[in-house]
């Protein structure tokens, strides 16, 4: 049951907060930085799917496609030698830049690491408390509170493990607050409607602390909900 609160709370502060801002107009900081991101991926190898091959001059370089007659025919990612030629970045460095512009665009402040694989969507991705492991595929350890992110928005809105939904829920919670730090481990489909006696007495008696003005319009107009996730048993007008 609990879970199940967590889960809709982040749904209705998610969705409030934007019928709020269309009805009335209000100033929300908005907390979108990665605090206590860190990346220290060492590579040794090229990253995965992408192939080695020595150039003319002797370099070790990665190609993202097909090698012919020693030269990448697609995109060269990144280089193996210890002087990379040409300004080009070393892997480690390669993968460490791209898994900060990654971190930044997926991950929430409470879990503000990624992982996954280089071509995305061709395993599992996520963000975690704890660092990535060396060639930034999973945590280093497991224990630690992480989200996922799908492949779809579909799944991201609906999941309640998802990086999306935690991410959102920690930026639209006030600064300093335990909100921010909430894990949300459990996933499944969202709910068809939510019953008024778990809204009235659970969901919005939690969400008072956080986000009063918006707790007070949807006990004043459940139905500015409707349509999003419904109240069962109540039909709303459009």
């Known amino acids: 049951m609990v879970s199940l609160i967590l889960w809709i709370l982040c749904i209705f502060i998610s969705v409030s907060m934007i019928v709020y801002v269309l009805k009335y107009g209000f100033d929300i900081p908005f907390n979108l930085i990665n605090e ?8 040794t190898s090229c990253p995965p799917n992408s192939t080695s091959y020595i150039t003319n001059a002797g370099d070790t370089n990665c190609c993202d496609g097909d090698i012919v007659n020693k030269e990448c025919n697609g ?3 990144c280089s193996l030698s210890p002087r990379p030629p040409d300004g080009m970045l070393s892997c480690s460095d390669w993968m ?3 898994w900060t512009k990654r971190s930044r665009r997926f991950c929430p402040t409470s879990m503000p690491n990624y992982f996954g694989s280089i071509r995305r969507g061709k395993g599992v991705e996520g963000c975690s408390e704890s660092p990535s492991t060396l060639d930034g595929s999973a945590p280093q350890t497991s224990t630690l509170p992480s989200c996922k992110i799908y492949p779809t928005e579909d799944q991201d809105r609906s999941n309640i493990d998802s990086c999306y939904n935690a991410k959102n829920l920690a930026a639209l919670a006030p600064p300093g607050t335990k909100a921010t730090q909430i ?3 459990i996933s499944g489909p969202m709910p068809n409607c939510i019953d008024t006696n778990v809204l009235n007495n659970q969901i919005l008696p939690a969400m008072k602390p956080y986000i009063p003005k918006i707790t007070e319009l949807i006990q004043k107009d459940p139905c500015s909900l409707s349509g999003v996730l419904p109240i069962c048993g109540t039909t709303c007008s459009k």
């Open 36 to 43: 206590g991101f860190t990346t220290n991926i060492q590579m």
């Open 75 to 77: 995109k060269v990612m």
């Open 96 to 98: 460490n830049q791209e």
């Open 183 to 185: 894990a949300l481990p």
